[in-house]
């Protein structure tokens, strides 16, 4: 039976985190608004809930969510306990944002793609500052996809420096491409990938070449993204998709998978959360909670003990694909 709580084994350098961990883009604003009452509360509530793993970005609100991840744990001694990741990619030069953004609670920075030494350097410089930390656990590269190959020869070597420096304990990827992430896997030595939205009841793609790469190289996978920005769990034709408006196609899987597991009474929210553990490489996924207490309501739903024939039902009806080991 999983537990929220439960300490699995993250990487290769002997880090123990949390089942689930606490995905902070939220507290960048993503999609609305977050007081910082709500946003301290909701980071107490994780403390209090036994949740040790904290994953962050520069980028969710153009540096807001970093501080507020780092006041949050501030409040508290389990700051010294917490596993923390960010990510480098992006540098924040002083600056109104202009263009479409997710995000509502916009720092005064703007955002510029960079993943050169130098580059590496500053951000993780910068957010340990914005967290009051003097180190973190774990640094990702966000965001290649339009960078790969910059993101491969230059960010990837320096990361792979600061480990080697202790700076960091673990170093990976954060995505949301499976194809590409598997690049990383094959032709670095990472040991971490974060990739969401790739593994979850409504996109299994991870399934065909990251999860099998990542279990051959002792690569540790977290998933994200497991209601696909909302729409799993309310699929309706307001509901987004990957950051985006749901399509008809995807509202109509949605629909059908609700349908798949009514019989069995149990939340498609428990359901959700869970899935991306029945693969081994996956040691752990993100919640993205907004307040404490749906942080709490997620928490509940993942330690529910699932029927073990529902998933043998949900792949029968082939809305879901099997997992051969």
């Known amino acids: ?3 929220h709580h439960q300490l699995v084994s993250f990487g290769r350098a002997g880090l123990k985190i949390s089942q689930v961990g606490l995905g902070t883009a939220p507290l960048g604003g993503m999609f609305s608004s977050v007081k910082e009452a709500t946003s301290d509360e909701l980071i107490k509530t994780a403390i209090e809930m036994g949740v040790n793993y904290f994953d962050t970005s520069p980028f969710y609100g153009h540096t807001k969510s970093e501080k507020r991840l780092g006041r949050g744990l501030a409040f508290s001694e389990a700051r010294k306990l917490a596993i923390i990741s960010t990510k480098v990619g992006r540098v ?10 997710i995000f509502r609670d916009l720092e005064p920075f703007v955002p510029v793609f960079d993943y050169s030494a130098g580059g590496v350097r500053k951000s993780f410089e910068e957010s340990l500052e914005r967290l009051g930390v003097d180190h973190v656990d774990i640094l990702l590269i966000h965001d290649p996809e339009n960078h790969m190959d910059q993101a491969i020869n230059k960010a990837y070597p320096e990361l792979d420096k600061m480990r080697s420096e202790g700076l960091v304990k673990s170093i990976g990827v954060g995505i949301n491409f499976s194809n590409l992430a598997t690049r990383f896997v094959e032709e670095t030595d990472i040991d971490i990938v ?8 409504l996109d299994q793609s991870a399934l065909k070449d990251l999860l099998p790469q990542a279990q051959k190289r002792n690569v ?10 909302g729409v799993l769990v309310n699929p309706t034709t307001e509901a987004t998709y990957d950051y985006q408006q749901a ?4 509202i109509k899987k949605t629909k059908a998978i609700h349908q ?4 069995y009474s149990v939340p498609v929210s428990a359901v959700g959360l869970q899935f991306p553990l029945r693969h081994p490489s996956v040691k752990a996924i993100l919640t993205g909670a907004r307040t404490g207490a749906e942080l709490k309501s997620n928490l509940k739903d993942f330690d529910l003990e699932l029927p073990s024939e529902l998933w043998s039902d949900l792949e029968s009806k082939e809305l ?6």
């Open 1 to 3: 039976m999983l537990q």
């Open 92 to 101: 924040f030069v002083p600056g109104v944002h202009q263009g479409p953004t």
């Open 194 to 201: 974060l990739i969401a939205g790739r593994f979850t009841l």
């Open 220 to 229: 540790s996978v977290v998933a994200a993204g497991v209601f696909n920005s």
């Open 247 to 250: 399509s008809a196609e995807i």
């Open 260 to 263: 798949a597991i009514k019989p």
């Open 320 to 325: 879901i694909q099997p997992i051969s080991i």
